[in-house]
């Protein structure tokens, strides 16, 4: 069965930072490219960056320059790194591929505010 556990949330004041992990079981990680989404509150959750298989990120032109997204091949976790976070960053942040492939898991609640 495969499993997505996100993990690193929290509140955090403007202009801080936060690393997230999102962790896998039943599966590998590092056979697909993989993403970071968020959904904030009233809104449909989008997609904030991708890694391909060889590496290769795409990020959405909202957190371009702040955000870093990685993989740990032995871990079998892809990270998301966070900086200068601002308040419109708050939302529920999930990984999953790109395409997604797995069901949701419960998300990582990241609150930005002063």
């Known amino acids: 069965q495969v499993q997505l556990v996100e993990s690193g949330g929290g509140l955090v004041q403007p202009g801080g930072s936060l690393r997230l992990s999102c962790a896998a079981s039943?599966?590998?990680?590092?056979?697909?490219?993989m993403g970071w989404y968020r959904q904030a509150p009233g809104k449909e959750r989008e997609l904030v960056a991708r890694?391909?298989?060889?590496?290769?990120?795409n990020y959405a032109d909202s957190v371009k320059g702040r955000f870093t997204i990685s993989r740990d091949k032995a871990k079998n976790t892809v990270y998301l790194q966070m900086n200068a976070l601002q308040p419109e960053d708050t939302a529920v942040y999930y990984c999953?591929?790109?395409?997604?492939?797995?069901?949701w898991g419960q998300g990582t609640q990241v609150t930005v505010s002063s």
């Open positions: 999953n591929g790109v395409p997604t492939y797995a069901g």
């Open positions: 039943g599966t590998s990680l590092n056979i697909r490219t």
């Open positions: 890694i391909a298989i060889g590496g290769s990120t």
